[in-house]
């Protein structure tokens, strides 16, 4: 992979060498989006609720538990979403 580089100015006037990757992985987007917008606490409240989804379309069903492994592995793991789910009284 061919990451394209340029330098950038800081806020503070500093210039700092950033790499942007050619083809970024969209999981990666998608997980950097939740971690940019959404606190633990909500990620975790999602997950749980989605966990109880029940949907008769397997295909949608497939995608809501993709999509919860995946909020869950942006939290760090099972261990953290429940710590997380039962601060927040879920």
Do not use: C
């Not at 050619?22 to 999981?27: F, I």
Request: proline share 7%; aromatic share 4%; net charge negative.
């Amino acid at each position: 992979m061919n990451d394209k580089r340029y330098q950038v100015t800081r806020g503070d006037d500093k210039t700092v060498p950033v790499s942007v990757p050619d083809d970024p992985d969209p999981q990666d987007a998608l997980v950097d989006a939740i971690r940019n917008t959404l606190t633990p606490h909500a990620v975790a409240a999602v997950a749980a609720w989605l966990q109880l989804a029940s949907v008769d379309d397997p295909n949608v069903a497939g995608e809501i538990e993709w999509f919860t492994r995946v909020l869950v592995e942006t939290l760090g793991g099972n261990e953290m979403a429940d710590r997380l789910i039962e601060e927040i009284g879920l």
